[in-house]
């Protein structure tokens, strides 16, 4: 454990930080679970609505700093193409 206070804090505050990004990484996967298992389902509406919900969570993710633009745009990509290939 550090001595000095601020260096205390710095503990308190990345701890905290950590938290809000695995919340943040958890939130993404369960909505891109959801785009997935509508696909499975063969539910074209269901997959679009989830998709449209999917993409607004990677988005704050992106614009909180938790993933990296290109990151954020190939998840969006790559569910974007899943939805369209539907039959």
Not at 54 to 67: L, P, Q, R
Request: proline share 0%; glycine share 2%.
């Amino acid at each position: 454990m550090a001595n000095i206070k601020s260096a205390k804090k710095r503990i308190l505050v990345n701890n905290k930080k950590a938290m809000q990004n695995q919340m943040i990484k958890s939130a993404v996967k369960t909505e891109i679970k959801k785009v997935r298992a509508a696909i499975e389902a063969g539910n074209k509406d269901e997959a679009n609505k989830a998709l449209l919900s999917a993409t607004s969570v990677i988005d704050k993710a992106e614009s909180k700093g938790v993933f990296k633009k290109n990151t954020a745009s190939r998840k969006v990509s790559r569910l974007a193409l899943a939805v369209n290939k539907m039959a």
